[in-house]
């Protein structure tokens, strides 16, 4: 009775061996970069609803003194938020990036990799809608009541 291999056994397990290995390297590399891809579009997403809520929280900080003049004006591809104290937060797109600028004081990256913005007022004015697009298609959208 043989307690192990032979030479020449040894040798084409190796060879099989190496061969199975190069076949699979390939197969994760393409799996790999997949999940690159999808990890990119979950960050985008989350990204855009992070910056929805940005918006959210400036419209509710908003100036509600007076109901005849609105503190929100969407002008195209800018908004502007009149600030309860007097302080005015403009968002604008430059490039592909969404920026939030306070009073010409402060300006901060919101998101990036952006294709379109769009800032929408009902006709009655009582509802904004922000749209947000990717470079690769995606979109996030929000609604919000002003009239509350």
């Given amino acids: 009775m043989r307690r192990g291999?032979?030479?020449?056994?040894?040798?084409?397990?190796?060879?099989?061996?190496?061969g199975v290995s190069a076949a699979v390297v390939p197969v994760t590399r393409v799996a790999l970069g997949g999940m690159q891809t999808i990890d990119r579009r979950m960050l985008w997403k989350r990204s855009a609803e992070m910056t929805l809520g940005?918006?959210?929280?400036?419209?509710?900080?908003?100036?509600r003194h007076d109901p005849k003049d609105k503190p929100v004006r969407p002008d195209g591809k800018r908004l502007a938020i009149r600030l309860a104290g007097g302080a005015v937060a403009t968002l604008s797109m430059k490039n592909d990036r969404l920026l939030l600028d306070i009073s010409s004081h402060d300006t901060a990256l919101l998101i990036g990799e952006l294709d379109t913005v769009a800032f929408g007022l009902s006709e009655d004015q009582a509802e904004l809608t922000v749209a947000?697009?990717?470079?690769?298609?995606?979109?996030?959208e929000r609604v919000w009541r002003l009239d509350r």
């Fill in 5 to 18: 291999l032979t030479l020449l056994e040894l040798l084409l397990a190796l060879a099989l061996l190496t």
């Fill in 54 to 63: 940005e918006i959210d929280r400036l419209i509710l900080r908003r100036d």
């Fill in 132 to 140: 947000l697009t990717s470079v690769r298609g995606q979109t996030a």
